[in-house]
């Protein structure tokens, strides 16, 4: 049986990739900051197939101990921070998670057992104020957020170890990636829990800002079959994982008010405080080397995503309770 140690295991990526290893026999191990006996509400319900050890980014020696216990044959690095405006109020905070937990996480591999496949979570915010669209692998780094210059330092530290030291490490270089399971806190959910908060009488306008803006959205689901798809390669690489596809805010904005059959223009109000500088150029990625090497595709299509979205939102506010994590 293949065992794999995951970081973040709690969050939206770590509970669908978990679900994922499960299905496919491995043995999962998942390291937590926290105290092991605390709940976990996104892996709540695959909880007793799981093996959870704690450890701290910023303690090589709780890495360590987490890596001997579990003794996994493939690891997957997903802790970080992850709301990106928010690494401008922390940004020292950003660099020690992000980017100094990424090399002690390599070094606790190097320690321990080099043979130890690595994924490392990257970010399409590493590239940041480029001019070049779409973005593939060797699009030109340009990151212009503490949150993307941390993630960049990780990118570049893993693919040293990379050359240096012969290790099997690879950075999926993830656009945005959304489920049921993503924090409120980011535009797609703050976009369908309000279509589903309207619909149920408990709002009455959603404030946005560019409804011009525009990003590729994926599913969390499929883009976990990718991180596992590169770890079953004979070498370690670099990929951009996304759909291809650029969409709007405002698209986003219609596929979620029509799951629930409302006119968005009834409802969406422009707010400049929420309105940012344009990007330079589209952010949409290129994912043909995902497709080609390890013939990855999206499965979900973005209107699905949306729908599966707004429906967890209604439920979610129909009941008044925190939603619990369900299989697929």
Not at 67 to 74: G, I
Not at 81 to 93: D, E, I, L, Y
Not at 238 to 264: I, M, W
Not at 266 to 271: F, L
Request: hydrophobic share 40%; proline share 6%.
């Amino acid at each position: 049986m293949p065992r794999a140690l995951i970081t973040g295991i709690s969050g939206q990526d770590g509970s669908y990739l978990a679900e994922l290893l499960l299905g496919k026999g491995y043995e999962v191990w998942g390291m937590v900051r926290r105290s092991t006996n605390d709940r976990f509400p996104l892996i709540e319900h695959i909880r007793d197939d799981l093996r959870l050890v704690q450890g701290d980014m910023l303690d090589q020696m709780t890495l360590l101990d987490a890596v001997s216990q579990s003794r996994p044959n493939e690891l997957y690095n997903l802790a970080a921070t992850s709301f990106v405006p928010a690494s401008w109020k922390q940004p020292v905070m950003t660099a020690q998670f992000t980017a100094v937990g990424v090399t002690s996480m390599l070094e606790a591999i190097r320690i321990f057992d080099p043979h130890i496949r690595l994924y490392q979570a990257s970010s399409s915010e590493i590239f940041g104020a480029t001019s070049e669209s779409p973005q593939n692998e060797d699009t030109s780094f340009r990151p212009h957020t503490p949150y993307g210059v941390a993630k960049l330092y990780g990118h570049l530290m893993v693919s040293s170890y990379r050359e240096r030291y012969g290790m099997h490490a690879s950075s999926g270089i993830l656009f945005n990636h959304e489920s049921p399971r993503r924090p409120a806190d980011f535009v797609t959910r703050k976009v369908t829990r309000t279509a589903a908060a309207i619909k149920l009488g408990q709002a009455t306008e959603l404030r946005l800002g560019d409804l011009s803006a525009t990003r590729d959205w994926a599913h969390a689901r499929d883009v976990v079959e990718a991180m596992w798809l590169m770890l079953q390669q004979h070498e370690g690489g670099d990929y951009v994982v996304c759909t291809g596809v650029s969409r709007t805010v405002r698209e986003l904005v219609q596929a979620a008010f029509a799951v629930v059959d409302l006119d968005p223009e009834q409802y969406v109000v422009v707010d400049q405080a929420f309105v940012r500088p344009p990007d330079p150029v589209p952010l949409v990625g290129d994912p043909s080397k995902a497709r080609d090497v390890l013939g990855w595709v999206p499965r979900t299509s973005f209107a699905d995503m949306v729908r599966e979205m707004v429906e967890a939102d209604l439920a979610y506010l129909g009941a008044g309770s925190t939603p619990v994590a369900q299989p697929g």
